[in-house]
């Protein structure tokens, strides 16, 4: 059974930095991509950054791009968000997800990711 363990949210300045670790188990093949998502209040949730377990290749939203790295420690099977520049609108609820076995190509769409761990919360705030 795939199981996702999000940790590492917290309260950040603006211009600040946070990293959030996904622990993830229970992958057969090592065919699958992990991607970060997040939900703020009254907003969809939306597809952050992802990262394909097969050959590493990584997708970024717009909104977080240049400020924000995904990386993947195989022989930890964690994978980090690091958030630098953080901005208030970066504030939400913030999930670790698997798609097993991963589509091709890589992409970051909710509703294409079937397994979700527990929400991690950022806030940014001054």
């Known amino acids: 059974e795939v199981q996702l363990q999000a940790s590492g949210g917290g309260l950040a300045h603006p211009g600040g930095s946070l990293r959030l670790s996904c622990a993830a188990s229970g992958f057969t093949l090592n065919d699958y991509a992990i991607g970060w998502f997040r939900q703020a209040p009254g907003k969809e949730r939306e597809g952050v950054s992802c990262i394909s377990r097969r050959d590493g290749s990584t997708y970024y939203s717009n909104p977080v791009k240049g400020r924000f790295t995904i990386s993947s420690d195989n022989a930890k099977n964690t994978v980090y968000l690091q958030m630098n520049g953080l901005k208030p609108e970066d504030t939400a609820l913030y999930y670790c997800?698997?798609?097993?076995?991963?589509?091709?190509?890589?992409?970051?769409?909710?509703?294409?990711?079937?397994?979700w761990g527990k929400g991690t919360q950022v806030t940014v705030s001054s």
């Open positions: 997800a698997a798609q097993d076995p991963q589509r091709w190509p890589l992409a970051c769409l909710a509703g294409e990711y079937n397994y």
